[in-house]
Structures are given as structure tokens and as C-alpha cells.
């Protein structure tokens, strides 16, 4: 039975809704489950030590099966928003709230967990992307938003609340500070989806990677404030700096040493190893010199992204981006189910005027941050701007503060969490799921003619295709007599020929579609290779030192656009050869030579060669010229051959003696071409 995309999804919200959820609800029954596990009071006897022992089993036990069960249904989630087309990470707060309304789970995650284990892959993975040339062209916008823009939210929303709910100033504050962090993850996964402008996404990655440090520090100050009832702004100030400072230059330096580290070792799980350290150990030690570990997971992710990759192998580079993007990935998946399984939706109703208050407090707040903060600046549109302001979605950051104010805040703890729940079930609720019609209305995903044109005949003649080869299939099968396949068959193919045609000619009117089309098959055939070697290896044919170096050949193709083997399958073969150059190179040298060749799209063949001079072993090249570019291959041969000094031991058994060798280049012979075909 064939079911649509809507049948699908439904039958797997169903499967989650009526095995998952009674699931976990049989496990967690009506006691709370956390990850801070207490020891139970005992009498001392053994009995009492047993029982306090399988009650821990039990608790680690409950735990795993928690864990297992949301990663669970976060993949539920992954495969039913991408079939309808929604943010993942909206769909998966709405399943946390589906949870939540059962009242029979109560999941208490410690702020700890969400700051010190969840936040720092997230902030890592999207810093490590990061490239200092894209983050410097904006850095002085970027830190206006994360400094400036959060001291106004704070400000602003703080005053606002406390004007419209008659809170305290100082508690006001607290809150003001706890929603000034942005979390557009969101947004930025739409971003990439809809291939909205780079500058775009940096911009608005780079304002939260620095405004979470940022917001962490200001909310810590607020709450000594409203706990103790004095402000000194000098010492806040310098409380500011020491600590914001501090968390930055504890991630350099170790994003420093590490990234030296990496060049020192050939081993692609070690070195994600060491990527892995990086993340959490600059959090850990960060913390532990009471310096802000956000801001140095932001300064170590920044570093280890930028002079990492330069000691990295290919292997080693993919290894690492994989890892990252499934780490991000599942830390999202668990913190945006933990948001929707910590709000309380009858605490949201019981409140909803503080909580109104409290929303538009942050987008008047947001408002004034990005379009006061920002008009100065020309170059950034207003469209733009319009992005900027309405990605500022709030997030894991909001929700981990709001859990670790302090008992001292009395009443107001209770109406604050309320309040940043309603903000955050806002923000990615309406928000969230308005930012694709917004970056439609805001026409920054720019699309040429050509391309529609060329996507509109390319889907026709998928189709035609399709249609096709199921007659054919049915034919065969004997589900279609002969008599109809001989009769719809000949149109059928002419159509799809006629169409085929239409998409070579939109590809021929322009030249970027063509590149575009051959860098997806060139990724694709790669890949293909990656596969047929991973079953070589996984069948015992050949061996793991072989495996390695092809590896590495299709993985340096796949991350360097100028490879040699990606360029060895662009070369085109409709090009008029006139001459040929018989090579004869050192082995050593064989590389590089045909790099430089491929690099010029000259069609190079390596001969079988069983010669050698002072035992190393020559290669044959044959390669084919064009244009009388004799003078500039010869240069470019002997530039990729090194010159090398050899000792050449004495003849002579009464010395030890030996005679210094210089073996120099290449040698090259060259031969015009009457003709030439390709095999």
C-alpha cells in the first residue's frame, strides 16, 4: 500500500503517541526523574546497604531508559517534520508538551546538566563553522547586538515588567537578564535549508554565540543584587570584565594548544578525541577559575574551527564535521523535548498576564536593540534587519537560568519561571514557525529564471523517466500485453527524450547550472567510491594500510575542490589534443605532477614502469598538450619535481667513503599528435 506524506506522519505521531509515551510513563510512574540521583536513608545493616544499592540500579536504570526513549522519539520527530516540512525543533517542543499534559511524568533535569553538558556541543558545533574572515567583516555589528544589545534587553525588559506587573526593580532585572540570550537554532537549521545569505546566518549565529556568555554574566550580577539588595556599579563592571574577559582567553589559549596538539597526530579518532576534550574540558576549567565557560566553549570552538582543519588530513576533517553535526544534533533533540516536558501549561494560563507582559516587553526590547543598534549601519538592509529582529528566538540558555534562580527570590522565583517558559514556548512557537513566510515576504532567497526554468524541465523529465521505465517494469513483469507496450511505449520515450533535450538546453543557456549539476554527480560518484572501499574493508579484500591511503585519496576530493582526483574526472575529454609528453618522474614526485596537470584539465595517463635509479623506483606519465603550452607544462613539471641529494656508497670495502648524487626533475620528451581519442 502506497500512503502520502500526510498519512505517513500522522501513523508516526500515532506510533509515538500510543507506544512511547505510555512507555515512559510506565517507568516514570508518578516519582520525578532526574539526573542527581540522593542516597536513601539507611539503618546501617546489610539489608539496608542492598536495598540502597538496587535502589540506585534502578534509578541509573530509570535514567538510560529516558534517555533512550527521547532520543527515540526525537528521531520520530526528525522523520515526521521533514516530512511536513516544519522546524524540527518546533515539533519536537510540541511532543514535549504532549508528554507533559499526561501529569504522570515529571523530568527534573539541574541547570548543571543543561549549562555544563548539553549547551557546550551546541555552542562549539556552530563556532567550530565559523570562519574568522566571514566573523570579521561583522564583528564590530556582532558584538553591538552581544554587549550593548544585551544590556538593553536586560534595561528595558526589566523596566517594562516591573512597570506592567508592579515586580521589584532588582527582580525585574533577573528577569530582564535571563531572556537577553537568543537561541535562533531554529532558525539557523531553516536558514541552511532555504540557502538564505551567508552573511545573513553569521549574523545572527555570531550574536548568540557571544550574547550567551554575555547574558550569563549580567543574569549572575542581577540575581547577587536582588538576593543582597546593593549594586555597586564599579565593581559590577569590573565583575564584568574579569569574568567575561577571563572565559575568552582561557578558550583561546586552549583552543591554541590543542589545535598545535592536532598537528602532531595522525589519527582521525584521536584527534576527534581532542576536539571533544576541547569542547567540554574549556567549559570545565573555565568554570573552575569562576571565569564565564560559555564564552570560553565560544573562543575554543572559534580557534580549534579556524587553525584546526589547516593539521587536519581530509579523513580526519570529515571524521570531525560528521561528529559535531551529530553531536549538535542530539544535544538539540534532547534540550528542545526537555523545554516542551518542563512547561507547565496550566502554571502559563494561571499567569498569562505577567506572561504577555513579559512578551512584549522582549519584542519591544528586541526592537529597539537590533533597528536602534543597526541604523547607523547602511550596508545592512532593512530586510535584513527585519530577519535579525524577529530571529531572536530564546531557548535552552533562558530555560536552564530560569531553573537556577535561587529559593532566596521567594514567590517571584515561581512567576519568573512562568514568565520565561511563555517567552520561550512563544518565541519558537509563532516565531519559529513565521520566519519561513517572513524570509519569502523579505525575498532574500534569490532565484534566477534560469534556475526555475531549469528545475521545472529537469522535473518534467524525471517524470516522463519514471513513467517510463514503471510501463517497462510492467511490461516485463507481464502486467501490461505487448500489444499496449508497443503502442504507449514509443511516445512515452519520445517525450522523455524530447524532455531530456529541454534540460541540456536550459543547462547550456547557463553555465552555472552546468557546475552546479556536475558538482552534485562528482559529490555523489565520490561517495559511491567511500562505499564500494568501506565494503572492501568490511570483506577482508583489502587491507587496512590500503583502505587509508584510497580513503584518503576520495576524502581529500571531497573537502579540496582542486584535488587531483576530483580533477582527473573533470577533465574534459571533447578538448582538441594536439601534442604528447612522455614523463619519466621520480616515484616520489608522481603526485604532484599529475595534480598540476589536472589542474590545467590536461588528460594524464600513468604507465606500469619497472626502472629505477639508486633504488627508487621511476614513473611514466603520458600526458596530452594543448596550444603549444610545451614551455609553461615543462615549468610546471619541474616545480612539482624536487631535486634530491643522494649518497652513492664507495666501491671501494676499504673506506666508508661515498659520492654525493644530485638527482634533479624529470625527464620529459614531447611529440606532436595527429590525432587523438579517448578509451
Not at 137 to 161: M, S
Not at 170 to 184: H, I, K, Q, S
Request: with cysteine; proline share 3%.
Amino acid at each position: 500500500m502506497n500512503f502520502n506524506r500526510l498519512n505517513l506522519s500522522l501513523i508516526i505521531v500515532l506510533l509515538i503517541c500510543v507506544i512511547i509515551v505510555p512507555a515512559l510513563a510506565s517507568c516514570s510512574g508518578s516519582e520525578a526523574i532526574g539526573l542527581s540521583m540522593e542516597q536513601p536513608s539507611g539503618e546501617g545493616d546489610h539489608s539496608g546497604e542492598a536495598s540502597e544499592e538496587e535502589a540506585q540500579e534502578e534509578q541509573i536504570i530509570l535514567v538510560i531508559t529516558v534517555v533512550i526513549g527521547l532520543l527515540l522519539i526525537a528521531a520520530l520527530v526528525g522523520i515526521v517534520t521533514n516530512r511536513l516540512r516544519l522546524p524540527y525543533t518546533v515539533g519536537l517542543v510540541l511532543i514535549g508538551l504532549a508528554l507533559s499534559l499526561r501529569g504522570q511524568e515529571q523530568i527534573n533535569i539541574p541547570p548543571a546538566i543543561f549549562l555544563g553538558l548539553l549547551v557546550p556541543p551546541l555552542i562549539f558545533e556552530a563556532a567550530f563553522h565559523i570562519k574568522f574572515k566571514d566573523l570579521s567583516k561583522d564583528i564590530v555589528t556582532i558584538l553591538a547586538l552581544a554587549i550593548p544589545g544585551v544590556l538593553i534587553t536586560t534595561f528595558l525588559v526589566g523596566g517594562v515588567v516591573a512597570w506592567g506587573t508592579g515586580f521589584p526593580i532588582a527582580v525585574a532585572l533577573v528577569f530582564g537578564a535571563l531572556v537577553a540570550a537568543t537561541d535562533p537554532v531554529a532558525v539557523v537549521a531553516l536558514f541552511r535549508t532555504l540557502g538564505v545569505p551567508k552573511r545573513l546566518q553569521v549574523l545572527l549565529e555570531g550574536e548568540s554565540l557571544f550574547n550567551d556568555g554575555t547574558a550569563i554574566v549580567i543574569f549572575n550580577l542581577m540575581v547577587v543584587i536582588a538576593v543582597s539588595g546593593s549594586f555597586d556599579l564599579i565593581n559590577s563592571l569590573f565583575d564584568f570584565i574579569i569574568v567575561a574577559g577571563g572565559g575568552l582567553t582561557v578558550g583561546f589559549l586552549l583552543g591554541v594548544l590543542i589545535s598545535r596538539a592536532i598537528g602532531f597526530i595522525d589519527d582521525p579518532r584521536i584527534e576527534t578525541t581532542l576536539t571533544t576534550v576541547l569542547a567540554f574540558g574549556s567549559y570545565i576549567i573555565a568554570e573552575q577559575f569562576h571565569v564565564s565557560g560559555v564564552l570560553a566553549v565560544v573562543a575554543a570552538g572559534l580557534v580549534s574551527g579556524n587553525l584546526g582543519p589547516r593539521s587536519m588530513s581530509p579523513t580526519t576533517r570529515i571524521l570531525v564535521f560528521n561528529f559535531w553535526d551529530i553531536a549538535a544534533y542530539l544535544a538539540n533533540s534532547v534540550v528542545f523535548l526537555l523545554i516542551g516536558l518542563q512547561i507547565n501549561l496550566i502554571v502559563l494560563v494561571a499567569e498569562w498576564q505577567v506572561i504577555l507582559w513579559a512578551i512584549g516587553a522582549i519584542l519591544v526590547a528586541r526592537a529597539v536593540g537590533v533597528y536602534g543598534l543597526l541604523g547607523f549601519r547602511k550596508d545592512i538592509t532593512f530586510r535584513y534587519k527585519n530577519v535579525l529582529y524577529w530571529g531572536g528566538l530564546r531557548g535552552a540558555i533562558s530555560l536552564a537560568l530560569a531553573l537556577s534562580l535561587p529559593a532566596s527570590l521567594g514567590a517571584a522565583r515561581d512567576q519568573i519561571q512562568a514568565m520565561a517558559f511563555g517567552a520561550v514556548l512563544f518565541t519558537l512557537l509563532v516565531q519559529g514557525l513565521t520566519m519561513k513566510p517572513l524570509i519569502n515576504k523579505m525575498n532574500l532567497i534569490q532565484r534566477s529564471e534560469s534556475q526555475e526554468e531549469y528545475e521545472r524541465r529537469h522535473a518534467r523529465a524525471v517524470m516522463a523517466k519514471s513513467s517510463f521505465d514503471r510501463l517497462e517494469t510492467m511490461h516485463e513483469e507481464g502486467l501490461l500485453s505487448s500489444h499496449l507496450w508497443e503502442r504507449l511505449s514509443r511516445p512515452l520515450k519520445q517525450h522523455a527524450k524530447a524532455l531530456s533535450d529541454a534540460v541540456e538546453d536550459a543547462l547550456r543557456a547557463d553555465s552555472s547550472l552546468e557546475i552546479q549539476e556536475m558538482d552534485s554527480a562528482f559529490r555523489d560518484i565520490l561517495q559511491t567510491q567511500r562505499s564500494a572501499l568501506n565494503a572492501l574493508l568490511r570483506d577482508g579484500i583489502i587491507s587496512e594500510e590500503t583502505f587509508s591511503q584510497l580513503a584518503g585519496e576520495v576524502d581529500t576530493a571531497l573537502t579540496d575542490r582542486q584535488s587531483s582526483l576530483l580533477n582527473l574526472i573533470r577533465v574534459d575529454s571533447s578538448q582538441t589534443i594536439d601534442g604528447l609528453m612522455v614523463i619519466i618522474v621520480q616515484e616520489a614526485d608522481v603526485e604532484n605532477v599529475i595534480a598540476n596537470m589536472n589542474r590545467l584539465s590536461l588528460p594524464v595517463t600513468r604507465l606500469s614502469s619497472t626502472g629505477s635509479f639508486l633504488g627508487r623506483k621511476n614513473v611514466t606519465l603520458l600526458v596530452g598538450t594543448i596550444n603549444d603550452q610545451e614551455d609553461t607544462l615543462k615549468k610546471a613539471i619541474m616545480r612539482a619535481s624536487r631535486q634530491r641529494v643522494e649518497f652513492l656508497p664507495s666501491p671501494s670495502l676499504e673506506t666508508d667513503l661515498s659520492t654525493a648524487v644530485t638527482i634533479g626533475g624529470a625527464t620529459i620528451f614531447a611529440f606532436d599528435v595527429e590525432r587523438y581519442q579517448v578509451l
